[in-house]
């Protein structure tokens, strides 16, 4: 449904033709070669630190930024092609929903919602009857004639939401969509952009800073770097193991499982006398069913000292996350680390600690 | 007081009222549009002519340096040519109405750039052209900023009105330099002052009202 293919965006600082032919010293590489694939019906999430290049890619798909190279295809229309005219048509095709909502102020909540549908060109009664049930789907019917003012930011996120379904779109673009929002209305909001893919087939591209939001509702995610997709994943897979330094960090900092800090400054690289390792372990499907610890100190005859665990359900999918000292010989930690490994567990060696007991 | 002095004091404020009028309404039309195209035409805007923009920018500037009291004598013969005549109301109107346009042009563009960017990016996105981007969100969405600049335009209109009395313009500034200044009489002088300030504070608080039915922010 949306294809970008090579997209580049560069900005200049200078805007005069000599410039232009790359000698422009201050020119802002925004996205460099980037390509995505959604496929319709899809929720895929872009996820990225600031400035990373999330808000020009998504801008790209609807030509709110025009790339400077690539090719941008939603619905099989080749969209850096269009005229004007073309371009607004199919921008009618493809809904945008914003951090700061980007209501309307003087405008009640019925006529923003209408506003897409009176930009159209439509009759009242049309309007009229398209924007009710819209309001009810996002559960605001009540608050038709009050003002963006009036309404909470959950509120004028449905709002935002309705507005942008109003002229029957096949895509919708999350730019942000929940970072102004509190994490309780955050998981609301996205409770309805699930529901609205499901019941409406929507196709969502969403860009967000939260790995929140991708566990919650993607399908799919792209993890965006310096202007580059450095990584594409269904989201069970980037979440049990991803393939990018940057993915573990972003994995780690949303888990939270690092170790402790007195832990941290006790912990040496390498293995010396009387030392034990500390290991992360991350177990996902059948293996976080297992009694492996328990097994773990039968059979290979270590101790474990657990110092951080986490279990977390991603999609259909569980993830098990711990922080573990194996305390045993040299020989016995290393036929525990392997043992686990046969179990589809990833062991990562954090360090080495002594004990002084 | 002479019920014939009553009568000027009168029909002085009336004169007073009507070049507020004329200029107002004529500048208004003018400057709206003009303020708008000054923004909408910057760089990176909706229908971005640089070029125009600067140009309009320079012309603006102009219009809005020149002092009223000088413009209002430069222009004369093309007072004459549009009025027929160079003294009474309807020959003090047509400079305030060349100075006020500059003045409202550039008020509007400030209006409109205090507008969220996000508002014409939204618009954008659902497809909005730059015709119904102006009507339908940065006009709307700027009318409190607007109608506050109207109001201070028409307030400097009531203070540059009885400036072109200087000059025979006719109106309250005519009859308290004729009346009140050139044949020494106080108690003139103070009335036409207490009028222009009653007529001030009731064209603010019109304004204000009016600011305040328009923003729902």
Redesign the interface.
Known sequence: MIELSNVSKTYFSN?SVGKRKGNDKNAVHALKNASLSVPKGAIHGVIGLSGAGKSTLIRCV?L?ERPTSGSVTVDGQEMTRLS?AE??????R???I?Q?F?L????TVFDNVA??L???GQKRHAVLERVIPLLEMVGLADKADQ???QLSGGQKQRVAIA?ALA?KPQVL?CDEATSALDPQTTSSILELLRDINRQLGITILLITHEMEVVKSICHRVSLISDGKLVEDAEVGDFFTAPRTQLGREFLNDFLQLTPPKELIERLMDAPGHNTHPVVRLTFSGDAVSTPLISRLARECGVDVSILQAKVESIQERTLGLMIAELLGTAAQTQQAMAYLESHQLQVEVLGYVQRND | MSSAMIDLILQATLDTLYMVAISGLISTLVGLPLGVLLYVTRPRQILAKPVLNQALSVITNIGRSIPFIILMVAIIPFTRMLVGTSIGINAASVPLTIAAIPFIARLVEAALNELSPGLIEAAQAMGATPWQIICKVLIPEARGGIMTGLTITVVTLVSYSAMAGAVGGGGLGDLGIRYGYNRFNPTIMLITVVILVIMVQGFQSLGDYLVRKSDRK
């Open positions: 805007t609807n709110l004007n371009l607004n048509r199919a921008r009618h493809i809904g945008m914003f700061h980007n309307l102020t003087t405008r506003l897409p009176e930009l159209m003002y963006p003012a507005r002229s673009l």
